[in-house]
């Protein structure tokens, strides 16, 4: 069984940064790709970033949702275990609970059926 842990949600102000981290446990880590996804009060699950297995033909390749384009980056610490989003430039609809997902097949897509495993989420509210 695969277990993610995400951290790093809290209050901040508009135009304030965040940086959450999701940590994976097991062995073979640098092979899944990994996304981020939130859901934002009322409103259904979104996608916002994934990035793919390290290595090979995909070699931590990333995709983003177009709502963050520009103000968020995904990256991964393969040494760590450990998938990060960067979020800089916060609005107010950036508010939601965040969760990190793993693909064991590797692949970095913005479709939350191909993930297999999933954290409980962090929450991230912005408001002054």
């Known amino acids: 069984q695969v277990m993610l842990v995400e951290s790093g949600g809290g209050l901040v102000q508009p135009g304030g940064s965040l940086r959450l981290s999701c940590a994976v446990s097991?062995?073979?880590?640098?092979?899944?790709?990994m996304g981020w996804f939130r859901r934002p009060p009322g409103k259904e699950r979104e996608f916002v970033a994934a990035?793919?297995?390290?290595?090979?033909?995909?070699?931590?390749?990333?995709v983003y949702a177009d709502s963050v384009k520009g103000r968020f980056t995904i990256s991964r610490d393969n040494d760590k275990n450990t998938v990060y989003l960067q979020m800089n430039t916060l609005k107010p609809e950036d508010t939601a609970v965040y969760y990190c997902?793993?693909?064991?097949?590797?692949?970095?897509?913005?479709?939350?059926?191909?993930?297999?495993?999933w954290g409980q989420g962090t929450q991230v509210t912005v408001s002054s």
């Open positions: 997902a793993a693909d064991p097949r590797g692949y970095y897509s913005g479709t939350y059926d191909s993930y297999d495993y």
């Open positions: 990035i793919s297995r390290s290595g090979g033909r995909w070699d931590s390749r990333t």
């Open positions: 097991g062995r073979t880590f640098s092979s899944y790709g």
